[in-house]
């Protein structure tokens, strides 16, 4: 019998000790259990979820033409931007969404900006809509505290201080946005039979936080199969990625997940990904060790047959290769 994934209230973490403990005793059953839960109690309210839905529409009700005025193309090594529907790939097959890649808003004069670090960068925002960038603004600040509250939960659910992760791994964090749109239908002229919305992949960092709007379409994989993992009013979706399931030696899990859009409406969905940062060594955590039959199984598993327990560098290292299968054809642009 296939059972649905469990809600989680996070307010506690930002309470007492007593509080937070409690918390993070359900992180770590949800993580080991299912990689997936939902959360509660985030701190982010309706009218920033209403208002961002709403400009997000009105961006992409735009003519093709305008939304490609700000391109990916045109973000060169920041890798942000635009990219229309088929324009992203998973696992070589073209996704049935467009969306608009975000993040971390940073200036000319950053340093990593002025030494050309790759998806380090400024936004890009279409004329005419003020009202997207303040309301995506918004919406990454509520989640980015969010994360962090939850990072702290994490910790104390692997027997850790609350301040673990910060000090070791998200001093400056790898912050990462993107607004999905998942038309209805295709466009006439290709054939979409064989195509998702996204296909079957686990998301490369440390956590996601999601907001979907009231059609659905997300689905998880467990060891009894595939469910369905349905918007709760008020509610995020959480999961964790692949440089946690590594720091915790397969404790947590990165689990598979996929985007159909079956509801006969235009999809919209409001990833957060909450990473390490770009230069922080992706070693272990203490007293984890990963043995060759770990790996083995790893691999046996996942998706991809990869296991992120063989990979050794820095989260920028994995990062890079990974979305440079996503996006071919930004890689020479954005890695140089």
């Known amino acids: 019998m296939l059972q649905g994934l469990p809600v989680i209230d996070m307010a506690p973490l930002f309470g007492d000790a007593e509080g937070r403990a409690r918390v993070a005793r359900k992180i770590a059953r949800a993580c080991e259990a299912h990689g997936f839960f939902y959360l509660t109690g985030h701190g982010i309210g309706p009218d920033v979820l209403a208002t961002l839905e709403a400009e997000s529409r009105r961006f992409f009700a735009l003519p093709l033409e305008a939304k490609m005025a700000i391109s990916m193309a045109r973000g060169g090594r ?11 790939l998973t696992s070589g097959r073209p996704d049935l969404k467009e969306g608009l890649y975000l993040g ?27 009202g997207l960038r303040a309301a995506a603004g918004a919406y990454m600040a509520g989640a980015t505290r969010a994360a962090a509250a939850l990072m702290e939960g994490v910790s104390l659910s692997l027997g850790l201080d609350a301040q673990y992760f910060a000090r070791a791994y998200t001093g400056e964090p790898t912050v990462l946005f993107r607004i999905f749109h998942y038309p209805a239908t295709g466009a006439p002229d290709v054939d979409w039979s064989r195509s998702w919305g996204v296909g079957e992949h686990t998301d490369y960092g440390l956590l996601t936080l ?41 404790r947590f899990k990165s689990t598979p997940h996929r985007v159909k859009n079956v509801s006969g409406h235009d999809r919209l969905s409001f990833p957060l990904f909450f990473d390490p940062d770009f230069m922080a060594p992706m070693r272990p955590l203490p007293a984890v060790a990963t043995d060759a039959a770990i790996r083995d199984a790893d691999k046996a598993e996942r998706w991809d047959a990869a296991s992120v327990h063989d990979f050794e560098g820095t989260y920028g290292d994995y990062l890079l290769e990974k979305v440079a299968k996503v996006f071919p054809q930004l890689k020479e642009a954005a890695l140089g």
Do not use: S
Request: some cysteine; hydrophobic content about 40%.
């Open 78 to 88: 920041a890798w942000r931007g635009y990219f229309p529907v088929g324009g992203e």
């Open 104 to 130: 971390t808003e940073l200036g000319p004069d950053h340093p990593r900006v002025r030494a050309g670090v790759a998806m380090h960068g400024a936004n890009l925002w279409p004329t005419g809509l003020p």
């Open 210 to 250: 999601l907001a979907q709007d009231a059609f659905g379409g997300l689905q998880v994989k467990t060891p009894e199969g595939w469910i369905e993992a349905p918007p709760i009013e008020g509610a995020l979706v959480c999961n964790i990625g692949d440089m946690l399931e590594r720091l915790t030696g397969g």
